[in-house]
């Protein structure tokens, strides 16, 4: 999947572990506790099932990233990010409806995700493009304790 708009970006799927040190940059500028290259390395040997795509712009070889299991027609969303820097010009929008699309696409019905409880702006991205809670895991997130929401979508219609 290539999708670019008048603004120079680009998403498309991480095909080897060639970009995975921008992968690891962006889970370390945005996570409390980030994904590691031995997940990721091994991930990618399940092409059938894990998808990782990058955002790239013009100007960042990694601007952000989307990593997402395909199983059973669910496309579940593991990690979303976009460099901090660059937060708040749209580019999670633009990230999430290629997502969205994509899994469509590789025939998935429905999407779904986690999210910290206290993660106002990614809350706010995921309602945009559709998500509505459907569960809570708590305290399942560590570094701090804390509830995970769990949203979800149907794949079809508007990102």
Known sequence: ?????????????????????GVLALEEASFHNPTTREWYEGELKRPD??????????G???????????????????????LP???GRGLG???LAAIVDEAAHLGATILT???RASNEAALRLYAKAGFERTGLRKNYYTSPVEDALILSRHAAGPA
Request: hydrophobic share 50%.
């Open 85 to 87: 820097e660059l937060r």
């Open 1 to 21: 999947m290539r999708r670019s708009s008048v603004s120079g970006v680009v998403v498309e799927r991480l095909a080897s572990a060639d970009d995975l040190d």
């Open 60 to 82: 960042h070889h990694a601007a952000g990233f989307c990593a997402f299991w395909l199983v059973a027609g669910q496309a579940h969303i593991n990690n979303l990010a976009i």
């Open 93 to 95: 929008t633009q990230l």
């Open 113 to 115: 995700l986690e999210v």
């Open 49 to 58: 099932v894990c998808f990782v795509y990058l955002l790239r712009t013009p």
